[in-house]
């Protein structure tokens, strides 16, 4: 079975301070993994993914991730947040072998003050 | 243009009730999804469409019944409505093969509140 954590509810950071929004997974197989962002009632929105190669990928907002095998994780990151960015983070993960299933985690409250 | 719209986008109702909520995508993408986000902003999978054949069929209540008249539509019935039913569905879409590299498009959700 598939499954992703997100070990915390919410993580609280400063405008201009870096920021990280944990994720760790559990698949048999090769993992496709993704972080998407839900601003208030709105849908999910696609921000980054990991399929193959680089174990750093960019997306959008200037966010990236960093895979990590051996830890089974894939934490968000961004060098310097901004106000802007506070909305409901999202992991999600995906068997390389199981077409369209896409397994979310419980989602991250991320804060930026200012 | 909404890629991805549902209607309605908010729905109050009393419990017993039959009721449907649309969606409808503009993508041409040929995989559609429902997802429920219950309130605690977890997110499950409910049923996923391939051109209009059915893929994907979690552990959900008989109630709740899918239909895609076409690969661009995706309506869910849901009969007999329960308090539990409270929660925001989203639909989403994505087109097989490209799903890993463009992701999931999803529309702004229906919120569901059963009274």
């Known amino acids: 079975a598939q499954s992703v954590a997100q070990p915390e509810d919410q993580v609280n950071v400063a405008e201009g301070n870096p920021l990280t929004v944990k994720c760790t997974y559990s698949v048999s197989g090769n993992p496709y993994l993704f972080w998407y962002v839900q601003y208030p009632n709105r849908g999910l929105q696609f921000l980054l993914k990991y399929i193959t190669g680089d174990n750093l990928v960019k997306g959008s907002y200037g966010f990236e991730a960093e895979f990590n095998k051996s830890q089974t994780s894939f934490h968000l990151k961004k060098p310097s947040a901004l106000v802007s960015d506070s909305a409901l983070y999202f992991c999600a993960v995906r068997r390389s072998s199981n077409t369209g299933k896409l397994i979310f985690g419980q989602g991250t409250t991320l804060q930026v003050k200012p | 243009d909404t890629a991805v719209s549902q209607t309605p986008k908010y729905l109050v109702t009393q419990m017993g009730n039959d009721k449907s909520i649309k969606c409808e995508q503009n993508?041409?993408?040929?995989?559609m999804y429902w997802y429920k986000q219950d309130s605690k902003k977890f997110l499950k999978i409910m049923f996923s469409y391939n051109n209009k054949e059915l893929i994907i069929n979690e552990t959900v209540p008989n109630r709740f019944s899918p239909k895609s008249p076409d690969k661009a539509h995706l309506n869910l019935h849901i009969n007999s409505l329960e308090l539990g039913d409270s929660a925001v569905y989203f639909c989403a879409s994505s087109q097989e093969g490209q799903d890993l590299y463009y992701g999931y498009t999803f529309g702004s959700g229906t919120r569901l509140t059963v009274v």
């Open positions: 993508l041409g993408h040929d995989t």
